[in-house]
């Protein structure tokens, strides 16, 4: 049986203080219940175990993260699992540590796809050219990906805007 040496222990826990607001910040831009977002969010720390990468840089292990925990809150969107339970609609206490500004929920309401470029564009600083590389997708793809969510959100905001 494999024992986490106090070194990796420590390393691991440095891991999740540096990257746990990042990979949980994704997890709530995908999932909406709380005990998804915790599964997801241990699978992701599970897959630095398991596959012990190795990093160039910060920017490279930042990237891995954010890549890594899109990817598994994808999976466990269309997994069989989630595709066949009814969820419990608990409106978490968690979202009362982020703080869901309008604009917040607005993009939340987004499609995957729009929600994780604006994410990494506007919170984590990514360039449209970085995005591309992490997520493998064409450069000129993020952009017009980056376009429709900007429209999108201003749609959604000045229509709740018109109705308030």
């Not at 106090?6 to 746990?20: F, H, M, P, T, V």
């Amino acid at each position: 049986m494999y024992t986490i040496s106090q070194y990796d222990s420590n390393y691991y826990r440095e891991k999740i203080e540096a990257y746990g607001n990042t990979v949980y910040k994704i997890c709530r831009l995908y999932l909406k219940e709380n005990a998804d977002i915790e599964d997801v969010f241990q699978k992701v720390f599970l897959k630095l175990i398991e596959k012990k990468p190795s990093f160039k840089d910060n920017n490279h292990e930042h990237a891995w993260f954010i890549k890594v925990t899109a990817n598994t809150c994808k999976d466990f969107l269309k997994s069989y699992w989630n595709k066949n339970t009814v969820p419990i609609n608990d409106i978490d206490s968690a979202t009362e540590d982020i703080e869901l500004s309008e604009v917040f929920e607005a993009v939340f309401s987004l499609e995957p796809k729009y929600k994780i470029v604006i994410y990494m564009y506007y919170y984590e600083g990514y360039s449209t050219s970085e995005i591309s590389n992490i997520l493998k997708v064409n450069q000129a793809t993020i952009r017009t990906r980056l376009k429709r969510a900007r429209d999108k959100l201003k749609n959604k905001l000045e229509r709740d805007e018109f109705y308030e």
